[in-house]
T-cell receptor, first 114, second 113 residues
Framework: AQSVTQLDSQVPVFEEAPVELRCNYSSSVSVYLFWYVQYPNQGLQLLLKYLSGSTLVKGINGFEAEFNKSQTSFHLRKPSVHISDTAEYFC????????????FGTGTKLQVIP | DAGVTQSPTHLIKTRGQQVTLRCSPK?????VSWYQQALGQGPQFIFQ???????QRGNFPDRFSGHQFPNYSSELNVNALLLGDSALYLC????????????FGSGTQLSVL
């Protein structure tokens, strides 16, 4: 079984500053990795995903993430945040078996300060 | 394309009651998964339905049951509600074998009083 750990429950950052949201995973087999965003009172929206290939993955809204197999990490970054990025971000993993469940971390609340 | 739709959006029940939540998958999708998201937590996998059968189940008691219809829509039933069942219930759909392309609905907020 896989597990996902998000090390920071809340991250405050000033507008236009860079941000990194940390995620580590644990699995005995290969996994797909994801970052989702959840705005208040809404469902989850996929930001980006790593399936294979290049370890640097670019997503929507200017976000990117880097897969690091040796450190079992998949940190999310954005070089300059906007007020509209204020939301909760979830890292997630699923096995490569095709129909396996998705396992989520506990989430990181990004608060962008004007 | 309407995406994944869930109903109702909000629901208030009392302890001991039963509740049914509904989900219509994205057009072209045949697999539906249900997740429970408690306040301040990440979503937790409840179960997945494919070809009208429960294919995989998370660590949830038998009070949680489901159904999938021939048109791929799905219901989540919870019996004997507990206060701890208060949560956002999310439905996600995908094409069989493509769990990397999961689409989520906006959820049903269940409050148990």
């Amino acid at each position: 079984a896989q597990s996902v750990t998000q090390l920071d429950s809340q991250v405050p950052v000033f507008e236009e500053a860079p941000v990194e949201l940390r995620c580590n995973y644990s699995s005995s087999v290969s996994v797909y990795l994801f970052w989702y965003v959840q705005y208040p009172n809404q469902g989850l929206q996929l930001l980006l995903k790593y399936l294979s290939g290049s370890t640097l993955v670019k997503g929507i809204n200017g976000f990117e993430a880097e897969f690091n197999k040796s450190q079992t990490s998949f940190h999310l970054r954005k070089p300059s945040v906007h007020i509209s990025d204020t939301a909760e971000y979830f890292c997630a993993a699923t096995l490569l078996a095709g129909y396996q469940k998705v396992t989520f971390g506990t989430g990181t609340k990004l608060q962008v300060i004007p | 394309d309407a995406g994944v739709t869930q109903s109702p959006t909000h629901l208030i029940k009392t302890r001991g009651q039963q509740v049914t939540l509904r989900c219509s998958p994205k057009s072209g999708h045949d697999t539906v998964s249900w997740y429970q998201q408690a306040l301040g937590q990440g979503p937790q996998f409840i179960f997945q339905y494919y070809e009208e059968e429960e294919r995989q189940r998370g660590n949830f008691p038998d009070r949680f049951s489901g159904h999938q219809f021939p048109n791929y829509s799905s219901e989540l039933n919870v019996n004997a509600l507990l206060l701890g069942d208060s949560a956002l219930y999310l439905c996600a759909s995908s094409v069989d074998g493509e769990n990397e392309k999961l689409f989520f609905g906006s959820g049903t907020q269940l409050s148990v009083l």
